[in-house]
């Protein structure tokens, strides 16, 4: 049996997230909305990865932290001008969304 797990962060604009989470490799793979003027609901998706978006009040919480795994976390930190933090597991960068949800993304040291 297949199983995937996949966050839902709580965003104001799907249009703003999709365009921030644009720069860490991810694309939109679709957006739903019961009308034009009511708020929506995305996927993203970077490889195997996805994070669910929503503009939903009762969704998601403000400030979540997810962590990601990013093969090429050098390349990721020079475009958001941002140094890794060296940690016993690997090395991380800390970035927020525009909504202030915490990401921290490493490029683990193998064992």
Do not use: C
């Amino acid at each position: 049996m297949s199983q995937e797990v996949i966050p839902i962060l709580r965003v104001t604009s799907i249009d703003q997230s999709v365009a921030w989470y644009a720069q860490l490799g991810f694309h939109k793979e679709w957006e739903h909305r019961l009308e034009p003027d009511e708020p929506g609901f995305a996927s993203i998706a970077r490889g195997r990865g996805h994070i669910y978006l929503s503009e939903h009040d009762d969704d998601a919480s403000p400030d979540t932290l997810i962590y990601i795994r990013h093969s090429q976390l050098d390349d990721l930190a020079r475009r958001l001008d941002q140094e890794p933090t060296e940690v016993p597991w690997g090395r991380e960068l800390k970035v927020e969304d525009p909504d202030g949800n915490r990401l921290r993304i490493s490029d683990p040291i193998d064992d």
